[in-house]
């Protein structure tokens, strides 16, 4: 029901668009996020949209150079990525909560997610 497409390798201090397309049935009232995890590290929290009320909000690693969006037309949920980094190295996934609250940024709290897309920041 999540589609998450976009990924792939880019030099450091280049920009990719990830896409995150919903199909099945309407997210745009739920709270949407992506998320990231990189090889032996923990599932991290990148950046949440709520597309109902335009409220977004960014992990401190990506604040500045992440832009979260969203398309209620085509039911689909952007992350432009620009600056960056090696560091950015890892698999993004998309996910949808039906009842976030304030724990947006805790995986737990997301009910559907898509299969990740990889991407990758040469140095």
């Known amino acids: 029901q999540l589609q998450a497409s976009g990924g792939g390798l880019v030099q450091a201090g280049g920009s990719l668009r990830l896409s995150c397309a919903a199909s099945?049935?309407?997210?745009?009232?739920?709270?949407m996020a992506w998320f990231r995890q990189a090889p032996g590290k923990e599932r991290e929290w990148v950046a949440m949209?709520?597309?109902?009320?335009?409220?977004?909000d960014y992990g401190d690693s990506v604040r500045g150079r992440f832009t979260i969006s969203g398309d209620n037309a085509k039911n689909t949920v952007y992350l432009q990525m620009d600056s960056l980094k090696p560091e950015d190295t890892a698999v993004y996934y998309c996910?949808?909560?039906?009842?976030?609250?304030?724990?947006?940024?805790?995986?737990?709290?997301?009910?559907?997610w898509g299969q990740g897309t990889q991407v990758t920041v040469s140095s």
């Open positions: 996910a949808a909560g039906r009842r976030t609250g304030i724990y947006y940024s805790a995986a737990r709290s997301y009910d559907y």
């Open positions: 099945g049935r309407t997210f745009s009232s739920m709270p």
């Open positions: 949209i709520l597309r109902s009320t335009g409220i977004t």
